[in-house]
């Protein structure tokens, strides 16, 4: 194992609200009361479909709240999914996690290689340096570069070459980081804060310091190996 590939957001950096959370709020505005964890799949299930920025988002795509409302079983009158789609439900404040700095520092002192994989706009540029860790990366691959989003495994493929060998990628969206990696042939870590995947049997940790538990726990059986 040479390196850990690592999502940013809701991995590394917390963005407030998440952007599920916007959602949530604006289809609350309407009158539509949703689980929350429901939603978040949800969105995720469709985002995970897309492959490819949408151009007007600079490296992300656009969520369809007609699909979103399909996914959900819920049928509102077409204004309400023309307004909605209308929104910009983005966030713009964002802060690092407690455990980031630790796990970066942590995984580093493994002497492995770090390399960054988001969906993001040239925004992430900006705020990696506003956050101090620009430093901690060996590479950046970012959708809004390549014109290809996780979870499409050229992104991944990408990201191992920069890397120079293979290793675990590890990220907060089952359908976009654990599914993505896999296909390219990545062993994959998910990272779930608010236990909406309960039920998955995969590799699954809360925080990012039980994720470098486990990546040291990898990294010795690699060497041994």
Same mark, same amino acid.
């Not at 520092?105 to 390399?115: A, H």
């Not at 570069?145 to 990408?158: E, R, T």
């Not at 779930?192 to 990294?219: G, H, T």
């Given at each position: 194992?040479?390196?850990?590939?690592?999502?940013?957001?809701?991995?590394?950096? +917390?963005?407030?609200?998440?952007?599920?959370?916007?959602?949530?709020?604006?289809?609350?505005?309407?009158?539509?009361?949703?689980?929350?964890?429901?939603?978040?799949?949800?969105?995720?299930?469709?985002?995970?479909?897309?492959?490819?920025?949408?151009? =007007? %988002?600079?490296?992300?795509?656009?969520?369809?709240?007609?699909?979103?409302?399909? =996914?959900?079983?819920?049928?509102?009158?077409?204004?309400?999914?023309?307004?909605?789609?209308?929104?910009?439900?983005?966030?713009?404040?964002?802060?690092? %996690?407690?455990?980031?700095?630790?796990?970066?520092?942590?995984?580093?002192?493994?002497?492995?290689?770090?390399?960054?994989?988001?969906?993001?706009?040239?925004?992430? %540029?900006?705020?990696?340096?506003?956050?101090?860790?620009?430093?901690?990366?060996?590479?950046?691959?970012?959708?809004?570069?390549?014109?290809?989003?996780?979870? +499409?495994?050229?992104?991944?493929?990408?990201?191992?070459?920069?890397?120079?060998?293979?290793?675990?990628?590890?990220?907060?969206?089952?359908?976009?980081?654990?599914?993505?990696?896999?296909?390219?042939?990545?062993?994959?870590?998910?990272?779930?804060?608010?236990?909406? %995947?309960? =039920?998955?049997?995969?590799?699954?940790?809360?925080?990012?310091?039980?994720?470098?538990?486990?990546?040291?726990?990898?990294?010795?059986?690699?060497?041994?190996?």
């Amino acid at each position: 194992m040479r390196a850990v590939f690592v999502d940013l957001g809701e991995t590394l950096v +917390h963005f407030k609200p998440r952007y599920h959370e916007n959602v949530l709020i604006a289809l609350k505005d309407y009158g539509y009361e949703v689980d929350e964890a429901k939603l978040f799949r949800a969105i995720n299930r469709i985002l995970g479909r897309h492959h490819y920025p949408s151009p =007007e %988002y600079g490296g992300l795509s656009s969520l369809d709240f007609a699909e979103l409302f399909y =996914e959900l079983k819920i049928y509102p009158d077409r204004t309400v999914i023309k307004e909605l789609n209308s929104k910009n439900l983005l966030s713009g404040e964002y802060q690092l %996690y407690d455990d980031a700095i630790p796990f970066l520092e942590g995984v580093k002192s493994l002497g492995l290689k770090i390399v960054l994989i988001s969906n993001a706009t040239r925004s992430l %540029y900006r705020i990696i340096e506003d956050l101090g860790i620009k430093k901690y990366f060996d590479g950046i691959v970012a959708s809004c570069d390549l014109n290809i989003m996780k979870p +499409h495994p050229k992104i991944f493929s990408y990201a191992v070459k920069l890397a120079g060998g293979d290793g675990i990628h590890i990220g907060d969206v089952y359908e976009i980081d654990v599914l993505g990696a896999k296909r390219a042939g990545l062993e994959a870590l998910l990272i779930d804060r608010q236990n909406f %995947y309960s =039920e998955i049997k995969e590799k699954r940790v809360n925080n990012l310091l039980e994720a470098l538990e486990l990546v040291k726990e990898r990294s010795k059986s690699y060497y041994k190996s």
